[in-house]
Antibody, heavy 118, light 110 residues
Framework: EVQLVESGGGLVQPGGSLRLSCAASGFTLSDYWMHWGRQAPGKGLVWVSH????????TYADSVKGRFTISRDNAKNTLYLQMNSLRAEDTAVYFC???????????WGQGTLVTVSS | QSALTQPPSVSGSPGQSVTISCTGTSSDVGSYDRVSWYQQPPGTAPKLMIY???NRPSGVPDRFSGSKSGNTASLTISGLQAEDEADYYC??????????FGTGTKVTVL
């Protein structure tokens, strides 16, 4: 069974940093592109970033470019999101997801909540 | 990148059909067949329902169908059931090599 489990969320002050992790099991991580998305409380889904299967290619939404960095360790079956210079508007549940079909995310984790507040 | 435009809500009685529109631009929906749809009941993770405009992953009922014309994609739920009540989001690949989600539509079964 495919499983994605996010961790690392919590309360952080504006300007602070946080690193999220996404532990993958039930499939070979190195075979898939992976994504991060987020959802502010009571709001819609927003795509954040993706990384290709070997980690050599990444893309970001304009709202996080230059502040967030996606990475992966296929040997540890883990995806990461390093978040720096955090702002109140980054407050959201962050999901990791697998890209199994062209342009589609077929498996999602349950998410980890990041709250940016003083 | 602006979110794709969806109606805030649609509703229907059990057994009826409802259609959700998803309007983008020539830089996303209009140029790529990488349009997908997701179902998200309250408090849960999204679930993929349609990929590449009209394909259903294994396990998704054939009551769900997708289509596209120009800059607008659509999701139709035929034979509406109580379990279909959820938020639905479209998504598209973009010319910037990123992805964009729609604004979301709440489906209510009357």
């Amino acid at each position: 069974e495919v499983q994605l489990v996010e961790s690392g969320g919590g309360l952080v002050q504006p300007g602070g940093s946080l690193r999220l992790s996404c532990a993958a099991s039930g499939f070979t991580l190195s075979d898939y592109w992976m994504h991060w998305g987020r959802q502010a409380p009571g709001k819609g889904l927003v795509w954040v970033s993706h990384i290709n299967s070997d980690g050599t290619g990444t893309t970001y939404a304009d709202s996080v470019k230059g502040r967030f960095t996606i990475s992966r360790d296929n040997a540890k079956n883990t995806l990461y999101l390093q978040m720096n210079s955090l702002r109140a508007e980054d407050t959201a549940v962050y999901f990791c997801a697998r890209g199994a079909y062209p342009g589609a995310l077929d498996s999602w984790g349950q998410g980890t909540l990041v709250t940016v507040s003083s | 990148q602006s979110a794709l435009t969806q109606p805030p809500s649609v509703s229907g009685s059990p057994g009826q059909s409802v259609t959700i529109s998803c309007t983008g631009t020539s830089s996303d929906v209009g140029s790529y067949d990488r349009v997908s749809w997701y179902q998200q009941p309250p408090g849960t993770a999204p679930k993929l329902m349609i990929y590449e405009v009209s394909n259903r992953p294994s396990g998704v009922p054939d009551r769900f169908s997708g289509s596209k014309s120009g800059n607008t994609a659509s999701l139709t739920i035929s034979g509406l059931q109580a379990e279909d009540e959820a938020d639905y989001y479209c998504s598209s690949y973009t010319s910037s090599h990123t992805y964009v989600f729609g604004t979301g539509t709440k489906v209510t079964v009357l």
